[in-house]
């Protein structure tokens, strides 16, 4: 069964820096569009990038963009979400998703464009 797994997470300072990374467990990701998505307490899942399998393609919300990165490297089985000048709410449960093709037909950003989710990992950001 594919499955993905997300670590990286932690407790930084508003302004402080993360970085996520994303791996398929027995499986490459060579072929998978990946999203990034979180959740904060009480509220919906909300998408915040999204890469193509070949990483020429990418989105971002509007609220991360200019300090958020998502990038990939395939060689390494690795999709990587860099976060920059974190703020207090960019808090919550960070997941990835992987769509099996290039390119998602939608925006990358949606919660149902995606087959497969990983368990997420805990960003905490202080003021």
């Known amino acids: 069964q594919l499955q993905l797994v997300e670590s990286g997470g932690g407790s930084v300072q508003s302004g402080g820096s993360l970085r996520l990374s994303c791996t398929g467990s027995?499986?490459?990701?060579?072929?998978?569009?990946i999203g990034w998505f979180r959740q904060a307490p009480g509220k919906e899942r909300e998408g915040v990038s999204y890469i193509s399998a070949s990483g020429e393609g990418t989105n971002y919300a509007d609220s991360v963009k200019g300090r958020f990165t998502i990038s990939r490297d395939n060689a390494k089985n690795r999709v990587y979400l860099q976060m920059n000048s974190l703020k207090p709410e960019d808090t919550g449960v960070y997941y990835c998703?992987?769509?099996?093709?290039?390119?998602?037909?939608?925006?990358?950003?949606?919660?149902?464009?995606?087959?497969?989710w990983g368990r997420g990992t805990q960003v905490t950001v202080s003021s």
């Open positions: 027995g499986f490459t990701l060579d072929y998978y569009a």
């Open positions: 998703a992987a769509y099996y093709d290039g390119v998602v037909p939608g925006t990358g950003l949606g919660v149902k464009e995606y087959d497969y």
